[in-house]
């Protein structure tokens, strides 16, 4: 049972455009919300959160926006850039279901220089 | 502070044989989580750890199993080894940021059964 779902397996983008990956998820338990990063061989980096109290959290170039009602969030990256190429993954955690975080399966991002 | 390690990073095994990986979490952390990553298949739950005591599972057979020690470090065996364990098996340890508990992985042990 997928309770987070990355439904776009792929994304290319021109360098210098937006990037936006979209994450959904069916259990209105979860109240925490993470976006990592992960490139070939090597294990996944954070990027950024969002506590569902927000539902908008902002870091540079990268923006996670969340909406509540549709269950589904979403990661902005502006601009693009080469180096951002790389295989996404959000994730999801509820108070009640202790330290256990369920993840989606990944967005591999292209961008184009 | 240091990230998380694991060891080793490669292995190849063959088919019923047993192995046994293990994560060193970021100093401070209580809480280890394991993941199973294969192609198309995400990060897959296996288990975490918290203060020595397993605290949630994930759905894999009784051949994958772990411990974790009164230091905090982990270990994962996997007992019986079929040719679709092979993947990406990944550690994260546990830290508290603004918001929430955040999991800081490890670059993950490459295990190929053959």
């Known amino acids: 049972d997928q309770q987070v779902k990355q439904n776009s397996p792929s994304l290319s983008v021109q360098e210098g455009r937006i990037s936006i990956l979209n994450c959904d998820y069916t259990?209105?338990?979860?109240?925490?919300f993470l976006w990592y990063k992960k490139y070939p061989a090597e294990g996944p980096t954070f990027l950024i959160s969002?506590?569902?109290?927000?539902d908008k959290n902002e870091d540079g170039r990268f923006t996670v926006f969340l909406n509540k009602s549709a269950k589904h969030l979403s990661l902005h990256i502006v601009p693009s850039q080469p180096g951002d190429s790389a295989v996404y993954f959000c994730?999801?955690?509820?108070?009640?279901?202790?330290?256990?975080?369920?993840f989606g399966t990944g967005t591999s991002l292209t961008v184009i220089p | 502070k240091a990230g998380v390690t694991q060891t080793p990073r490669y292995l190849i095994k063959t088919r019923g044989q047993q192995v046994t990986l293990s994560c060193s979490p970021i100093?401070?952390?209580?809480?280890v989580s394991w993941y199973q990553q294969t192609p198309g298949q995400g990060l897959q739950f296996l288990f975490e750890y918290f203060s020595e005591t397993q605290r949630n599972k994930g759905n894999f057979p009784g051949r994958f199993s772990g411990r974790q020690f009164s230091n905090s470090r982990s270990e994962m065996n996997v007992s019986t080894l079929e040719l679709g364990d092979s993947a990406l098996y990944l550690c994260?340890?546990?830290?508290?940021?603004?918001?929430?508990?955040?999991?800081?992985f490890g670059p993950g042990t490459r295990l190929l059964v053959l």
């Open positions: 994730a999801a955690s509820a108070v009640n279901t202790g330290n256990q975080f369920y």
């Open positions: 994260a340890s546990s830290g508290r940021t603004v918001g929430g508990e955040t999991q800081y």
């Open positions: 100093s401070g952390h209580r809480s």
């Open positions: 969002i506590s569902s109290i927000k």
């Open positions: 259990n209105s338990m979860f109240d925490y």
